[in-house]
């Protein structure tokens, strides 16, 4: 009698079912761990940001007018840029004196949602998070994994 070779049917559903099986669990978790990693660039920026700020406010007794502070003969100062989010700096309750810089994610950058922001006491605080997934804010840090651990 001649043997037959090759994958039965249900070989073949069994390696299907795994793959199905492994995928669902691996994709939601590959998924995180890039949001995370772009949840970093926002961290990083601010933090960065805040640095230049209170330098600028040791050189210049004021916030830059970027930030709410007096532009008369006081040298320009830069934002930061990204891909997965938007900055913002605002005057705070003294103008000039105080400031909220502010990190908005871009919908489009898989980053649409978050909202990070800190201040010229160094606090930091998640004020906003995307309404899926379940991320939630938190005051008083940046959050960096689900669902708010800073």
């Not at 309750?93 to 400031?99: D, E, L, R």
């Not at 990070?116 to 939630?136: H, I, K, L």
Request: charged share 15%; net charge positive.
């Amino acid at each position: 009698m001649k043997r037959q070779a090759g994958v039965t049917l249900i070989e073949l559903l069994v390696v299907i079912a795994i793959i199905g099986i492994i995928s669902s669990i691996a994709l939601p978790a590959y998924r995180d761990y890039v949001i995370r990693g772009k949840l970093t660039d926002s961290q990083a920026s601010l933090g960065a940001t805040r640095t230049r700020l209170e330098q600028y406010y040791q050189d210049n007794r004021s916030y830059p007018a970027e930030c709410g502070g007096t532009a008369a003969g006081l040298p320009a100062f830069t934002i930061p840029t990204s891909d997965y989010f938007t900055y913002a700096c605002a005057a705070g309750a003294a103008a000039g004196q105080t400031f909220v810089l502010t990190a908005t994610g871009i919908v489009g950058a898989g980053t649409g949602g978050f909202v990070f922001t800190v201040n010229e006491q160094g606090d930091r605080n998640t004020t906003a998070v995307p309404s899926d997934g379940g991320w939630s804010t938190k005051a008083g840090c940046w959050i960096t994994k689900k669902p708010n651990i800073c």
